[in-house]
Antibody, heavy 120, light 106 residues
C-alpha cells in the first residue's frame, strides 16, 4: 500500500526558506506513470497546488509561486522535496505531498499533511 | 487562472437524503474535473475523476456528472460517514480547487 510521509521544520522565520521532504513507501518514485506534487491548504485560500516533479526530474510549478519554489527528487532515497524561499505569514499552511498521474492529472494518494507556521 | 466556484458553501442534510453539490468553472474545462472528500484533520480523498468516473473503492452512492463549465456531485443516500467537506478540482489548465462545500447533519 502506497504511503507518503511529510517531514521538515514546522516553524520557519519570515524571509527564510521552508524545506519539506516526502518519503514514499510501498511504491517507487521511479515509476514513469506518476507525478509527485506538493499542495498546501489554508483556511483562507483553501487548497493550492504548488508544483510537481516527474521521475525524470522535470518540474512544473504554479505560476503564482514559480519564482520561489524548487521541487527536487532523490531516487536513491525514494523521496522528493520542496523548497520555498522568502516565506511570509501567508505561507503558513498545511503542506501535503501527493501522487498524481501524468498531466493533466487528478491526485489519487495524499500524505497526512504537515503544518508549517511562518513566524518570528 | 481558471476559477472554480462551488455551491452551496454549507449544506445541512439527514441520513438517507439525496444531496447534490454544484461546481462551476470560469471557463470550459471539458471533463477535466475531480471531486474530493475531506474530514477534519485528514487529507482529501479522491472520489471521482474525469467528471463521472468513480475512483477505486468509492461507494456507488457517489456519482458525478457534467462537462464544460457546470458539474455536479450527487450522493444518492447519505450515510453517517459522508458528513465532510467536498472539493472540486479542475485539471484542464494547471490545477485549481473550489472553495469547498461543508455537508453537515441537519
Amino acid at each position: 500500500q502506497l504511503q507518503l510521509q511529510e517531514s521538515g521544520s514546522g516553524l520557519v522565520k519570515p524571509s527564510q526558506t521552508l524545506s519539506l521532504t516526502c518519503a514514499v513507501s510501498g511504491g517507487s518514485l521511479s515509476t514513469g506513470a506518476y507525478s509527485w506534487s506538493w499542495i498546501r491548504q489554508t483556511p483562507g485560500r483553501g487548497l493550492e497546488w504548488i508544483g510537481y516533479i516527474y521521475h525524470t526530474g522535470s518540474t512544473y510549478y504554479s505560476p503564482s509561486l514559480e519564482s520561489r519554489v524548487t521541487i527536487s527528487i532523490d531516487r536513491s532515497k525514494n523521496q522528493f522535496s520542496l523548497n520555498l524561499t522568502s516565506v511570509t505569514a501567508a505561507d503558513t499552511a498545511v503542506y501535503y505531498c501527493v501522487r498524481g498521474g501524468t498531466a493533466p492529472t487528478y491526485f489519487d494518494f495524499w500524505g497526512q499533511g504537515t503544518l508549517v507556521t511562518v513566524s518570528s | 487562472d481558471i476559477q472554480m466556484t462551488q455551491s452551496p458553501s454549507t449544506l445541512s442534510a439527514s441520513v438517507g437524503d439525496r444531496v447534490t453539490i454544484t461546481c462551476r468553472a470560469s471557463q470550459s474545462i471539458s471533463s477535466w474535473l475531480a471531486w474530493y472528500q475531506q474530514k477534519p484533520g485528514k487529507a482529501p480523498k479522491l472520489l471521482i475523476y474525469k467528471a463521472s468516473n468513480l475512483h477505486s473503492g468509492v461507494p456507488s452512492r457517489f456519482s458525478g456528472s457534467g462537462s464544460g463549465t457546470e458539474f455536479t456531485l450527487t450522493i444518492s443516500s447519505l450515510q453517517p460517514d459522508d458528513f465532510a467537506t467536498y472539493y472540486c478540482q479542475q485539471y484542464s489548465n494547471y490545477y485549481t480547487f473550489g472553495q469547498g462545500t461543508k455537508l453537515d447533519i441537519k
